[in-house]
């Protein structure tokens, strides 16, 4: 794809945000196909994750991919979760692709603004493309593709950023793909989140 032929789009989602709002999870760009924030694939169990925290349950649930918009939304205000993306505005070099490589983005989301007037004290990044991308557009210089992002991040927080004169914590987690590195099962990631989302 020449650049000729590149066509900008921008994100399309809203920032889901709440009064309650006490952490963010963001992830990269949704997929062409995606009808909501993680919601493309049964292979993706962010909503599973989260509804088995919202109902206090010790394993994890399925099929919450499916449930309403709405009923996602009451799943974030309960446990006083926001939600974003860190790419804006992007094309794609393979619209069949859900890869991050095939992202080229143009702009990247002004997370900072967009919490500066919320009670939001944490960003919880849940793919480490995110993170990177993150960490990129902290240095004001133009939006890179994935494999230009040389950053080294492990779990747990990785900057702290000064918004509106408070500090807020930035966290990777694991990835809420079924797959995993070895030991990651959904028992350890339903775990993993449970303890990060409940931390005050």
Known sequence: MSITE?????????PILFENSRKMIIGTLPPESAPFYFSNSSNTRLWDILYS??????????GSIFLADQEKK????????????IIFK????DYSSTRDKHIIPFEYSELTRIIENT???ELIFVYKNAAKWFLHSLTGEDPVTSNKLKYKLDYGVF????????????SLLPSPLNR???????????EYYRRQIQMK
């Not at 590149?6 to 809203?14: A, G, N, Q, Y």
């Not at 900057?159 to 930035?170: A, H, I, P, Y």
């Not at 995993?180 to 339903?190: A, I, P, Q, S, T």
């Open 159 to 170: 900057t702290v950023q000064n918004v509106n004169d408070r500090e807020v914590s930035c």
């Open 74 to 85: 009451q799943i974030l205000k309960s446990l006083s979760i926001a939600i974003y993306d």
């Open 6 to 14: 590149l066509i900008m789009k921008t994100h399309p989602f809203k």
């Open 180 to 190: 995993g590195k070895k030991g990651e099962n959904l028992k350890f990631k339903l």
């Open 90 to 93: 992007y094309d794609r070099s």
């Open 119 to 121: 009670n939001i004290d």
């Open 53 to 62: 925290i919202s109902t206090y349950k010790t394993e994890i649930s399925k």
